[in-house]
């Protein structure tokens, strides 16, 4: 780095003096300091930009540590609850006398005439459902006790804004309303 001293800082005032000028001077001053200036800024705004990447960089590389880490967990998971529902249908075949081919099919019972797939049935199904019916909402909103709505400050009347003015002012402070 260039090493300015105090006297060098003199030196180079008074060759500027002589070289420029008194009228001269204070007009290169000015340029020189806004262009320093404005080089500063440059130079921070170079620095926070290299910063702010490298953030960026960093918060990338965690989510996908991340996402990985919540793949691999999520595959344990499934591969925990595939292991345990076998066990489980194994059980129930064992318990209830029948082999796991029997266990889709069913028969009835001679003596009720009942049918006793209930029994043969699996005791855990991983399936997911995939159509899930849209509830509506009128009959959620509705199911909705009124005590919890007013606890809650949710809307039960729809009312203008002029209207729910009026209705927490007092009625001293109200404007009369006066026509012709």
């Given at each position: 780095m260039i090493d300015l001293g105090l006297s060098k800082?003199?030196?180079i005032g008074v060759v500027a003096l002589v070289?420029?000028?008194?009228?001269?001077?204070?007009?290169?001053?000015?340029?020189?300091?806004?262009?320093?200036?404005?080089?500063?800024r440059y130079i921070n705004d170079v620095k926070a930009e290299v910063s702010r990447e490298m953030e960026l960089d960093e918060l990338r590389n965690m989510r996908t540590q991340f996402?990985?880490?919540?793949?691999?967990?999520?595959?344990?998971v499934q591969k925990q609850l595939h292991e345990q529902e076998a066990s489980l249908n194994d059980a129930w075949a064992s318990a209830?006398?029948?082999?796991?081919?029997?266990?889709a099919g069913g028969g009835t019972d001679a003596a009720t005439g009942y049918s006793d797939s209930y029994l043969a049935e699996p005791v855990v199904t991983s399936g997911i459902r995939t159509s899930t019916k849209r509830r509506n909402w009128r009959v959620r909103r509705a199911a909705t006790p009124m005590w919890f709505k007013q606890a809650s400050t949710t809307r039960t009347r729809v009312q203008?804004?002029?209207?729910?003015?009026?209705?927490?002012?007092?009625?001293?402070?109200r404007r009369p309303v006066k026509f012709f």
């Open positions: 800082l003199m030196l070289v420029i000028g008194p009228e001269r001077l204070p007009k290169v001053a000015r340029t020189a300091g806004a262009l320093f200036g404005r080089a500063q996402e990985d880490a919540a793949r691999s967990a999520q595959n344990t209830t006398g029948t082999s796991t081919g029997e266990i203008s804004g002029a209207a729910r003015v009026a209705r927490h002012t007092p009625a001293k402070l």
